[in-house]
């Protein structure tokens, strides 16, 4: 195995799209950032140094960090943000991961532009569990606001009102051709006819969720988020944010122009999106014709999105789905509305602004130090333990839902779990505000995604049908818009483990709430110590 040292330089820049500069934050003057490549078992060391006027962390979405939350980033829990002039090393070896992840800034809106891929492939001499494709190609798709990104998300988070839409959905951080003064960057894939590609599609995007499709082309999907499944073929996939599908495509089709497209998958009834498509452009060598579209399902299409995710499943090898329960969450989650007194932070119905929360929690971020710290040195009044386990009343939770009900309170509540034990959560989507679909994050852990359904979750008969045999494994479950998902995972990584919807908003909004996972008593059932260099708040 080897080890990869990287230095990130955190910076202000000027970028140029839609005819426009801005100032953003990203990483070595690249945006999107440097892709890392590693294979499964190498370790990596990030020496991030913040060039920047803001705070940052950088988080390795849907790496394990076995036994080492210290290195997995979200700010205010598991370390301090590196503040401007400062750095830290972020140092992991990848365990029994392999196929797509990346990384992304954890640090209130600076993920909008601080993002970027990282490719796991097999050891070397294993193979991948299909032929070996002859180009590898990320496609990373991300959003942009033709306006200062920082003002559209403070609109969102401090006046509590529906957030701004973004102005373009990006490929590789690119609007493409469809886009005023975009043609000349729109990326570009060139192959030879009969060439087998591996498309690493990844959902960077800070509010939406998107479908994707190559004109012409079939996908064959072998991964998601870092983990194989069980080969199938689509005309097109739909990814949550957070979320990653690994796809081969075969060029197999006339030479010709062929866009790769993506576009909205919407479910919050009557709130704006973005409606535009962003397009790269597949290119057989020489060919110069004009490209065509692919067809990508209407924003609401909620029918093909069922079909797509019905057909995820694991290959079926290495499955070893928890079977006894210890502990059995239940969480309705979703947006809400918290009283103000009449202004303009008040932009809900009545008086009320915007808010989110599991189980009635909305989740409020500590800011004297991170909730790791609090817990290993035992620092009192940071957070408390009593997350609720099931809804404080329970209700009709996609149906009329009297406001009454579900007015959220504010809180750092956390959840113990004994080292080892077996964990179910079901996820329940409500509908206070609207019932709309939300990528579940949880760090430190691949779960099982054992059922998912429409509508209220019904204990006897949707457990009866519970898939043990080859569910699915990822780190964001998209839980379906006005209906459940159910998960199960082994607490076998001890630490402090951040859960939220990856919907910025959302999560700033206060969808959120974080697991204690307690050391177990064998020598590698302990946390590591904490790195020396590790910032202070
Ligand atoms: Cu990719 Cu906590 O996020």
Same mark, same amino acid.
């Given at each position: 195995a080897e080890i990869h040292h990287h230095e990130f330089k955190v910076q202000e820049l000027a970028v140029r799209r839609l005819c426009r500069n801005h100032r953003?934050?990203?990483?070595?003057?690249?945006?999107?950032?440097?892709?890392?490549?590693?294979?499964?078992? *190498?370790?990596?060391?990030?020496?991030?140094?913040?060039?920047?006027?803001?705070?940052?962390?950088?988080?390795?979405?849907? $790496?394990r960090q076995l036994r080492n939350p210290w290195a997995d980033g979200p700010e205010y829990v598991t370390q301090c943000p590196i503040q401007p002039g400062g750095s830290y090393t972020y140092r992991f070896t990848i365990t029994d991961q392999e196929g797509t992840l990346w990384w992304h800034a954890h640090s209130r809106w600076l993920r909008t532009t601080v993002y970027g891929a990282l490719v796991i492939r097999p050891k070397l001499g294993s193979p991948y569990p299909f032929p070996t494709p002859k180009i590898e190609f990320p496609v990373v798709l991300g959003e942009w606001w033709d306006r200062k990104v920082i003002s559209v998300l403070r609109?969102?988070?401090?006046?509590?009102?529906? #957030?701004?839409?973004? *102005?373009?959905?990006?490929?590789?951080g690119q609007p493409g051709d469809l886009f005023r003064c975009s043609s000349q960057g729109t990326t570009k894939l060139i192959v030879n006819q009969g060439d087998t590609v591996l498309l690493r599609v990844i959902n960077a995007a800070l509010n939406q969720q998107l479908f994707f499709s190559v004109a012409n082309h079939q996908l064959t999907v072998v991964a998601t988020d870092a983990v194989y499944t069980k080969q199938f073929t689509t005309n097109v996939i739909m990814v949550g944010p957070g979320q990653t599908t690994d796809v081969l495509l075969t060029a197999n089709q006339q030479p010709g122009r062929y866009y790769m497209a993506a576009r909205a998958y919407a479910t919050a009834k009557n709130a704006p999106f973005d409606n535009t498509t962003a397009t790269s452009i597949l290119e057989y060598r020489s060919a110069n014709s004009q490209p065509i579209? #692919?067809?990508?399902?209407?924003?609401? +299409?909620?029918?093909?999105?069922?079909?797509?995710?019905?057909? $995820?499943?694991?290959?079926?090898y290495k499955v070893n789905v928890p079977t006894k329960i210890d502990e059995n969450l239940f969480m309705a989650v979703g947006l809400g509305f918290f009283n103000c007194s009449p202004g303009p932070r008040c932009q809900g119905p009545n008086n009320t602004r915007f808010g989110a929360s599991m189980n009635n929690v909305s989740f409020v971020l500590p800011r004297r130090t991170s909730l790791l710290q609090a817990y290993t040195q035992n620092i009192p009044n940071i957070y408390t333990t009593d997350f609720p386990p099931v809804p404080p009343v329970q209700f009709d939770y996609t149906g009329n839902?009297?406001?009454?009900?579900?007015?959220?309170?504010?809180?750092?509540?956390?959840?113990?779990?004994?080292?080892?034990?077996?964990?179910?959560i079901v996820l329940q989507d409500t509908s206070i505000f609207s019932t709309e679909d939300h990528p579940v994050h949880l760090h430190g852990y691949h779960f099982y995604i054992v059922g998912q359904g429409f509508g209220n979750f019904n204990p006897s008969s949707d457990t009866a049908n519970f898939n043990l045999v080859d569910p699915p494994q990822r780190n964001?479950? *998209?839980? #379906?818009?006005?209906?459940?998902?159910?998960?199960?995972?082994?607490? +076998?990584?001890?630490?402090?483990?951040?859960?939220?919807?990856?919907? +910025?908003?959302?999560?700033?909004?206060?969808?959120?709430?974080?697991?204690?996972?307690?050391?177990?008593?064998?020598?590698?059932?302990?946390?590591? &110590? &904490?790195?020396? *260099?590790?910032?202070?708040?």
């Open positions: 953003v934050v990203m990483v070595n003057g690249q945006f999107p950032g440097p892709t890392l490549q590693v294979r499964n078992g *190498d370790s990596l060391v990030v020496k991030v140094t913040n060039a920047a006027p803001y705070n940052v962390t950088i988080h390795w979405h849907g $790496i609109q969102a988070l401090f006046t509590g009102a529906a #957030p701004n839409v973004s *102005d373009a959905i990006t490929i590789n579209l #692919p067809q990508l399902p209407a924003y609401n +299409d909620t029918n093909t999105v069922t079909a797509f995710s019905n057909q $995820i499943k694991s290959p079926g839902v009297p406001r009454g009900l579900w007015q959220p309170v504010k809180g750092t509540k956390l959840y113990n779990l004994k080292f080892g034990s077996s964990v179910q964001t479950i *998209d839980v #379906p818009v006005g209906g459940w998902a159910a998960i199960r995972f082994v607490a +076998d990584n001890p630490g402090v483990w951040f859960m939220h919807c990856h919907i +910025d908003t959302h999560l700033g909004w206060g969808f959120a709430m974080a697991f204690i996972v307690e050391n177990g008593i064998g020598e590698f059932e302990i946390l590591l &110590p &904490p790195p020396s *260099d590790l910032p202070r708040c």
